[in-house]
């Protein structure tokens, strides 16, 4: 709605139009909305999401696609006057700087939870990105480990030396594989969180939201070992996080990644790519195949939309044709011919 109309907003209570279009204004204050330049909205957005706790990697996010976005429009424009077209004019903007599709969708995605959030604190009445349409991205599927690659890696950890710090890793590799873990979640789990008895580890998760994640009776034996010997090692344990250093420490991530990293080379998969990431994409590919559906899976991995546990709801030929063998309607028929 433009600041004319909002300022001639008619009431019942004022049918008369008495006094001045500013004090009407003041009025009708429930049928008007507050006036925030766009730097105000930013400054108020990126404090709101800082107090709830988004990632770093967000607040990063939402700092680059501001600051694009203030660099083609001035930052002391009201919002109320960003239109639609407005932002079909930036959105086309960024694609004739040559910025891929994928890129793009991530500027589409934060102004639209942007915008959003403006209508929620009664900045909009609507948000102008309401009737504009994610740009279309090629679909791509996680990049996973076989089954025979994450044995080769499992069998280098475990047998590289034999010793604390290996059985370490090793068990950090199940941790990843078994339940799907972000890096950020292995590396800060508490032994506090850990409930051997219901097989289960609560983490905080992405966004700063807490999830019980669980794990199987394999785990479960590796985890009871790993935790045997866990105070053996340092001199003394100064963190209460599951997988410590040699030094008695919370791990660093870089630390972990390194280790990864390291395995990988020994298990002589040098030319694929293994990191936490692809052992958390290939732990949901598992469940799936092994017969987790998609609303269980959004649960055990922590994500918002059902969408991204759709993308793993994805077989390989190999695994579907398998599957199809015990799953043909025809074969399964009660009166076989």
Request: aromatic content about 8%.
């Amino acid at each position: 709605m433009k600041r004319d109309d909002q300022a001639h907003t008619y009431n019942p209570k004022n049918s008369n139009f008495s006094g001045s279009s500013e004090e009407n204004s003041a009025q009708n204050s429930g049928s008007v909305v507050e006036e925030i330049s766009l730097s105000g909205a930013i400054e108020d957005f990126t404090l709101m999401a800082t107090v709830e706790g988004h990632a770093d990697k967000t607040l990063d996010l939402y700092e680059y696609v501001f600051k694009r976005l203030t660099g083609f429009m001035s930052e002391e424009r009201l919002v109320t006057e960003i239109d639609t077209k407005d932002l079909r004019k930036y959105m086309a903007s960024l694609m004739d700087d040559g910025l891929k599709d994928t890129t793009v969708s991530i500027h589409y995605r934060h102004l639209k939870a942007f915008f959003n959030w403006l209508v929620d604190e009664d900045y909009l009445q609507e948000s102008p990105v309401e009737s504009i349409s994610e740009p279309k991205t090629p679909k791509k599927f996680p990049r996973i480990l076989d089954r025979e690659e994450i044995q080769k890696l499992l069998k280098a950890a475990k047998d590289r030396h034999g010793d604390w710090a290996s059985y370490r890793n090793y068990s950090m590799l199940v941790a990843f594989t078994e339940m799907g873990l972000r890096l950020n979640e292995l590396v800060n789990a508490s032994l506090d969180n850990l409930d051997m008895k219901n097989r289960s580890l609560k983490v905080h998760g992405k966004g700063a939201k807490d999830r019980k994640v669980y794990f199987g009776k394999k785990t479960f034996r590796t985890l009871r070992h790993w935790l045997r010997i866990r105070e053996q090692k340092p001199d003394r344990v100064w963190d209460n996080t599951i997988f410590i250093s040699q030094n008695g420490d919370q791990l660093k991530k870089r630390n972990v990644e390194q280790l990864v990293t390291r395995i990988q080379k020994e298990a002589g998969l040098e030319d694929t790519k293994v990191s936490p990431h692809v052992l958390r994409h290939t732990s949901a590919t598992f469940a799936v195949e092994n017969g987790l559906n998609a609303f269980q899976l959004k649960r055990q991995f922590g994500w918002e939309q059902i969408e991204t546990a759709l993308r793993y709801v994805h077989l390989s030929d190999k695994s579907l044709q398998e599957s199809y063998r015990n799953s043909s309607p025809m074969d399964n028929l009660s009166n076989k011919s």
